[in-house]
């Protein structure tokens, strides 16, 4: 494990930028990176895709008006210690502060990495109470940090108790455990987890570039898939990482042929001292429309941005339709370029409502 940058140094030649950040500085985000993840770093290359990620630069130290340690808001929608609930359906629960690996993109550094550990067991009987009492929530997030640095007995007590008030809540195991370190995730893990079946779980994973897509991670998520646990991968949009569209059709490829859903394409949210991973969403769009050329549509993510202040999700897409040309007639443009029309029905056919 790598977690100084004494540590760092001694396996890779660090630029003027990356010995410029000061980690003894309280403020700073910690360095944390494991060595399955060190592993895949090119030591020779200093602009590394991976090695961009994970280690952090005095540009970390550089402050936006706009940027926040909160800019989901979440902290306004937190209904108990640890539960989130910012959307009406489904809701979000901090399960640990602790993570395999600090990624330098991190939204929660607020939370991430601050000495609070995992829940407790009041914590956990609080927020199941919370689910309880609000029936429209039908999807929980464990996430935190990284759910998965919790043991099996501790992972086993949280789901329990959750199905316990709710054994129709389908769950979202939210990780970065098989990019980061994925001797983590065993058999007995799984089964542990398909144990509660009596709701579905997803694997909710982040892959942003395809050489994290090593041959252990792949055996790491094809453990949950076989176990009928789907998995959908989050990607984070970032600059000199994957911004470029031959690594993004390669990644989501590579994801589909491995039985991982490319689920979303993140653009980087305003969080402080990560102004320069982050893309501009113009350069985004670009890559979003040839993407739509390239990509059938299962391997093709949603590209979206998460708006500051709570705003939620909203998908950030090339537009195709033109317009209205006449009454019932829509014009659209396809990705290569090409026009065509479509034809509303006519109004005075009879219609009937679906039973």
């Given at each position: 494990m790598i977690d100084t940058k004494e540590k760092?140094?001694?396996r890779l030649s660090l630029t003027q930028e990356e010995e410029a950040f000061d980690d003894r500085d309280?403020?700073?985000?910690?360095?944390?990176?494991?060595?399955?993840?060190?592993?895949?770093i090119n030591a020779d290359d200093p602009t590394d895709a991976l090695r961009r990620q994970v280690v952090p630069t005095v540009y970390e130290m550089e402050r936006e008006a706009w940027e926040s340690l909160d800019p989901l808001s979440e902290v306004a929608h937190t209904k108990s210690s640890r539960l989130i609930h910012r959307y009406a359906s489904r809701a979000a629960f901090l399960t640990t502060d602790v993570c395999a690996i600090h990624c330098r993109h991190c939204f929660r550094r607020r939370f991430t990495s601050?000495?609070?550990g995992a829940a407790s067991?009041?914590?956990?009987?609080?927020?199941?109470?919370?689910?309880a009492d609000h029936r429209e929530i039908t999807e929980l997030l464990l996430t935190g940090g990284d759910v998965l640095?919790?043991?099996?007995?501790?992972?086993?007590?949280?789901?329990?108790?959750?199905?316990a008030r709710r054994a129709d809540l389908v769950i979202r195991i939210c990780t970065r455990m098989p990019a980061a370190h994925p001797a983590r995730i065993t058999n007995a893990l799984v089964e542990m987890i398909k144990g509660f079946d009596s709701a579905p779980f997803y694997l909710m994973v982040q892959f942003n570039h395809p050489r994290e897509l090593s041959a252990e991670a792949i055996k790491a998520v094809a453990r949950f898939v076989d176990h009928g646990i789907p998995a959908m991968n989050q990607t984070v949009l970032l600059r000199g990482v994957n911004d470029d569209a031959d690594v993004l059709q390669e990644l989501c490829n590579a994801l589909v042929f491995n039985r991982i859903k490319p689920y979303y394409l993140f653009q980087g949210d305003l969080v402080e001292g990560t102004a320069?991973?982050?893309?501009?969403?113009?350069?985004?769009?670009?890559?979003?429309?040839?993407?739509?050329?390239?990509l059938s549509g299962l391997a093709m993510p949603t590209y979206a941005v998460d708006l500051p202040e709570g705003g939620g999700k909203v998908p950030l897409t090339t537009h195709y339709l033109r317009g209205e040309v006449q009454p019932g007639v829509w014009e659209f443009e396809n990705p290569d370029g090409e026009r065509r029309r479509y034809w509303d029905p006519p109004t005075d056919r009879s219609s009937s409502t679906p039973r």
């Open positions: 760092l140094a001694s309280s403020t700073a985000f910690p360095i944390k990176i494991p060595s399955h993840f060190m592993a895949l601050t000495a609070q067991r009041e914590e956990i009987d609080d927020a199941a109470r919370y689910l640095t919790l043991s099996d007995e501790a992972l086993e007590e949280m789901i329990g108790a959750f199905r320069h991973l982050r893309v501009p969403i113009g350069r985004g769009l670009e890559l979003e429309a040839e993407l739509r050329r390239r």
